[in-house]
C-alpha cells in the first residue's frame, strides 16, 4: 500500500461546497488577527453557533475566534504562591471556515493556551497553531485537508486529483510535550509542530521526530526528562501493516527503533503503557480497514471497524534490547487512554480508561455532541489488565464503578505501583464530563468536585514542593461554566478536592484535550 495512505491528509482542488456539513444559523466566521498576525482576516469576536434545541455543555464546542494576548485573570479565593509556572494545553477551536463545518470533535483547528501562575497571579494567553491544516484553510476559506471525520473532497475527480496533492495532517489538537528544548503541540501523525511556550507563536515544523516512514504515532509519547529521551509507538499501513516502538534521544536527535511488530489487523492506537523494563501495546480491536485507507472511501473514521472477535492483543516489548518479552490475547475492550503500567511478582499491571465496545468514537461527532436529543457520551471505568509474563492468560479487573476519562496520576509513580488516578467523571452515565473524580484504586472509593452547569477537563496533577506524599499537590483543570458562557481555571486541592481557588476567563473555551504544567524553574 502507498505510505500516503494516512499519515498524508489528501486535500481537493478548489470547489464549491462538498459532503463536508454546511454550516447553519450562523454568522461567517474567519479567524481574529492575533497580536503577532494582523494580516488575518477579522471578523466578528463573538459570532456563535446558535441551535434551537441544543445540549447544556454545547458551548464547549462553538469556535472560539478571539485571540488573547497575556491578559491578567480575576481571581476568586487563593491561588497557592508556590504554584509558579505554566499550563499549556492545545484542543479544537475553530469548527468552521467558510460555508464548511467540521464533523467530528477530533477534527476542529487547533488552538494553543497558556495559564501562566506566579505569586498568586494568573495570566491567559491563546493562539491559533499555525499548522498547514490552518494555513491552508484560512488562505481558501474553506477546509481543504482532511481531518479524522471530515472529507473535503466531494466527487470521485476531487479524490483523483488530491493523491497528487497529498500534505501532511498536522493539526495538533490533541496534545502538547516538551521535547528537550522544543515545545511541541501534537495529533496522531509523525509531524508535530513546536512553538513558543510564551507567546504561543507557533515556530514550525519539527523534524520526524518517531519513524519518518510511519503514518500514523500517537499523541501521547511518554518523555523521561531526567534521560532526556522520549518513547512512542507508530503505525505503518501496507499489505502487512506494522507498529514500531521508537525511542528519540533529545541532546542528539538520534532514533532508536526498538521494535516493529507486524499485524494484518492493524489497531486504533491512542496511547500505550510503559514500564520500568517494557513497553507495552494494546491493540484493541478497533482496526483499520486499509483498502478503504488506499482508496480514499471516505473518512479515517469510516475506515474503523469493530471486530470484537479480534478480542484485545498485548504486546510487551523489552526497552533495553528491543526483544518481544510476551505476546498476549484478552477480552474485547476500547480504549483511548492508558492510565499507567508496573510490574509487580512477574505479571505485567497495565490500567486503561476501558470501554465495552467502541460506539464512543461515534458519540463524538459535533451534531450529537451539540445536540439536546442525544444523551452525553459515556465515560470508561478504570481496569486492570493482567499480563503474566509466564505467558499465562490474561485477566481483567475493575478497579473503581466510578467512570472516568482524560486520566492523570502523580507523574512521580509513572512506571511504578501507585494510588490514585484522577480523571474527569459523570454524575450519570448519559451526563456529558461534570465532575472531576479521584479514585482510590486500592479500595475503589472516589472522591468528586462538582458544580452545577459547569464542565471540567482534563486535571492536570501539580505536586507541592517537598511533597510528602502521592497526592500532596494540586490539580489545575479548565472548566467551562455554561450558565455564564465562560470557562475559568480552577485549582483543586488533590487529596480532598476542595477548590482552592479560580481564575475566570472573559470568554468561553472549546473543550480541549491534553496539556501540562511546567515549572518555571525547568521552562
Partial sequence: MSRAAAHVGWTCPARRGGPVRRRHNRAAASVAPGPD???????????????????PYAAGFESLERETDGESLDVEGTIPEWLSGRLLRTGPAKFEVGDDT????????????RFGLRDGDVSYRNRFLRSGAFEDATAEERIVRSEFGTDPCRSIFGRIMS??????????NVNVAAYGDAYVSMTETPFPIAFDPDTLETLGPVPATENPDAD??????????DAGRAINVTLAFGRTSSYGVVERDFASGDRRLLREIETDAPSYLHSFGVTDEYVVLAGFPLVFDTMALL?????????????????TRFWAVRRSDGELAGQWRGPARFGFHHVNAFEVDGELQVDVAAYDDATI??????????????????????????LPLDGSSVDVSRRSDTRIELPRIDDRRATRDYRYVWGGGQRKPDNFIDQIVRIDIDSGDAETWHQPGCYPGEPVFVERPDAAGEADGVLLTVVLDAERDSSFLAVLDAESLDEVGRARVPHHIPFQFHGNFYPEETS
Fill in 216 to 225: 500514523m504515532s500517537t499523541a501521547h509519547p511518554v518523555v523521561d526528562r
Fill in 163 to 172: 493523491f497528487f496533492s497529498q500534505k501532511p495532517i498536522d493539526n495538533g
Fill in 37 to 55: 498576525d494582523p494580516s488575518l482576516p477579522a471578523l466578528d469576536h463573538d459570532a456563535r453557533c446558535t441551535m434551537s434545541s441544543s445540549s
Fill in 102 to 113: 467540521y464533523n467530528h470533535w477530533f477534527d476542529g483547528l487547533a488552538m494553543l493556551h
Fill in 361 to 386: 468514537v461515534d458519540d463524538l461527532y459535533l451534531d450529537r455532541l451539540r445536540s439536546a436529543d442525544t444523551t452525553g457520551p459515556p465515560a470508561g471505568h478504570l481496569e486492570r489488565f493482567h
Fill in 295 to 311: 482508496f480514499r472511501s471516505g473518512t479515517f473514521a469510516d475506515a474503523l471497524e469493530w471486530k470484537p472477535d479480534l478480542g
